[in-house]
C-alpha cells in the first residue's frame, strides 16, 4: 500500500477547498471551466520532485485561501494617468473591460466563433496547455479578452489589474490574433497585495511581418502571489518584444513559451526579477524554433537579499530544421545577502548543425571597484550601491513599451524604504 505524503495530502485540500467555491460555470467560457475544474481534480499541485518545479517553493501559495468574489475589486484611484494616444482598459476577472469602449481602428473584438475556435491553440502549440497553472486558470477564469488586430497603423493598448481584497481570485485570460503586418505595443501591469491570488494565461498569435512589443510589470506586496503563463506563436517575418519586470510577491512565477512557426521570426525576451525578504521570484522561458534563419535574444536579470529566492530556467529547442538559426541568451545576476539564493539555468538543445547559438550566466555581487570609485568622487557608500543597483535594472527596462514610462518602473522596483535600495 502506498501512502500519501502529508505535502501532497495539504496540496489536494487546498485545491479541493478552491474548487468547492467557485460559481457554477457560465458564459462563454463553460466548457472550458468545466474541462479545468474536471483536471484540477484529478491533477496534485506540482512538487519539488518534478524537474521543472524542482526550485520553486509553493508554501506561499498553498498559504492563501483565495475564494472567488462576485464584487469586482475597485480601480484603484491613485494610478497614473495613460499616455497619450494609449487605450487603458480595467481587466477585474468579471465585468466586461469592453463596456462602453470605443476601440481604435484596427482592433475588434473576436466573436464568440473565433474565440471558441482560437481559445487553446496557442497553448498546445507551445505544449503548456496541461500544465497545472494553466489547467487552475481554466477552471476560474469566466472572461476571456479576445482581440483581433489589423491594418498598417500601430496601435498602443495599456491592460491594468489590480487583487487587493483579502483572500481574493483573480482570473485573467487574454487572446490576441495579429493580422499579417499588424502592429501593437501591450503595456500589462498586474497590482496584488493581501493574500491575493492572480492568475493570467495569455495566448498570441502573429502572422506574417506582425510585431508586437509586450510588457508585463508586475508590482506585489506579500503574501500576494502570482501565476503567468505567456504562449506566443509566431509566423514568420514576425517580431515579438517581451520585457518583464517583477516585484514583491511572495511568489511569482511567469512562464514565456514561444515557438516561431516556419522559422525567419525574430523573439527578444528581456527579463528582471527582484527578490527580497522570504519572496520567490520564477521564470521558466521556452523558445522552439520550427524552421530556418529564426532569431533570438534573451537577457534576464535578477537581485536577491534578505532571505530571497530568484530562478531561470531559459531553454532553447533547435531541432534539425532550425538550420542558420542566431540565439544568444544572456543570464545576468547580482546576489546581495549570504540568506538570498539564486538558480539560474540556460538550457540549448541543438540538433541543427548550421547554427550560431550562445548562453552564459553570471551571478556576483557588487562591484568594489565600482563602490570604490563613486566614494572617491564624494558619494557615500549606502548611495553609491543604490546608484550600482539602478544602473543593473536600467538596462532591462530600456525595452518597455513607451506606455510603461507613465508607470515609473524603475523607481516602482527600487521602491522607497525597500531593503534593495533608497532611491537618491
Aim: net charge negative; charged share 20%; with cysteine.
Amino acid at each position: 500500500m502506498v501512502l500519501a505524503s502529508p505535502v501532497s495530502n495539504l496540496h489536494s485540500a487546498w485545491a479541493s477547498r478552491l474548487l468547492e467555491g467557485l460559481p457554477a460555470v457560465t458564459g462563454d467560457l463553460a466548457e472550458l471551466q468545466r474541462r479545468g475544474r474536471a483536471a484540477l481534480a484529478a491533477t496534485p499541485l506540482p512538487q519539488q520532485h518534478q524537474e521543472d518545479w524542482r526550485f520553486t517553493d509553493l508554501s506561499p501559495l498553498t498559504a492563501l485561501t483565495p475564494r472567488w468574489r462576485k464584487a469586482c475589486p475597485e480601480l484603484p484611484s491613485d494610478l497614473p494617468a495613460p499616455a497619450p494616444g494609449t487605450l487603458r482598459l480595467w481587466l477585474d476577472g468579471r465585468g466586461d473591460p469592453l463596456a462602453g469602449v470605443v476601440l481604435p481602428a484596427g482592433l475588434t473584438p473576436l466573436s464568440p466563433a473565433e474565440l471558441d475556435g482560437a481559445l487553446g491553440h496557442s497553448l498546445a502549440a507551445v505544449g503548456c496547455e496541461h500544465h497545472w497553472p494553466v489547467q487552475f486558470n481554466h477552471a476560474t477564469a469566466g472572461r476571456c479578452l479576445a482581440l483581433r488586430v489589423s491594418g498598417p497603423e500601430p496601435i498602443s493598448l495599456e491592460l491594468v489589474s489590480a487583487a487587493s481584497q483579502p483572500e481574493s481570485l483573480l482570473p485573467l485570460r487574454l487572446l490576441l490574433l495579429l493580422e499579417e503586418q499588424a502592429e501593437l505595443e501591450l503595456s500589462q501591469v498586474l497590482l496584488g497585495s493581501g493574500s491575493s491570488l492572480t492568475s493570467l494565461v495569455l495566448e498570441a498569435h502573429l502572422g506574417r511581418g506582425a510585431r508586437l512589443r509586450h510588457a508585463v510589470i508586475a508590482l506585489g506586496e506579500a503574501p500576494a502571489c502570482l501565476l503567468g503563463h505567456l504562449a506566443v506563436e509566431q509566423e514568420s517575418e514576425s517580431r515579438y518584444q517581451l520585457s518583464t519586470a517583477s516585484r514583491g510577491w511572495a511568489l511569482a512565477r511567469l512562464e514565456p513559451r514561444i515557438s516561431q512557426l516556419s522559422g525567419a521570426a525574430h523573439t527578444q525576451l528581456t527579463g528582471l526579477q527582484l527578490a527580497e525578504e522570504r519572496q520567490v521570484a520564477v521564470t521558466h522561458s521556452w523558445v522552439r524554433f520550427e524552421g530556418p534563419d529564426g532569431s533570438l535574444e534573451q537577457l534576464h536579470k535578477a537581485i536577491a537579499d534578505g532571505q530571497g529566492r530568484s530562478v531561470f530556467n531559459g531553454a532553447v529547442r533547435v531541432p534539425r530544421a532550425a538550420q542558420r538559426t542566431n540565439a544568444s541568451q544572456l543570464s545576468r545576476n547580482l546576489l546581495l545577502s549570504p540568506q538570498a539564493r539564486i538558480d539560474t539555468k540556460p538550457e540549448l538543445e541543438i540538433v541543427a548543425d548550421d547554427v550560431r547559438c550562445a548562453h552564459g550566466a553570471t551571478v556576483s555581487r557588487l562591484q568594489l571597484d565600482q563602490l570604490f570609485y563613486l566614494q572617491s568622487r564624494g558619494i557615500d557608500v549606502e548611495l553609491a550601491a543604490n546608484l550600482l543597483k539602478r544602473g543593473f535594472c536600467a538596462e532591462a527596462l530600456q525595452q518597455l513599451p513607451t506606455a510603461a514610462a507613465n508607470w515609473r518602473p524603475l523607481e516602482r522596483l527600487l521602491r522607497q524604504g525597500s531593503p534593495l535600495g533608497e532611491l537618491p
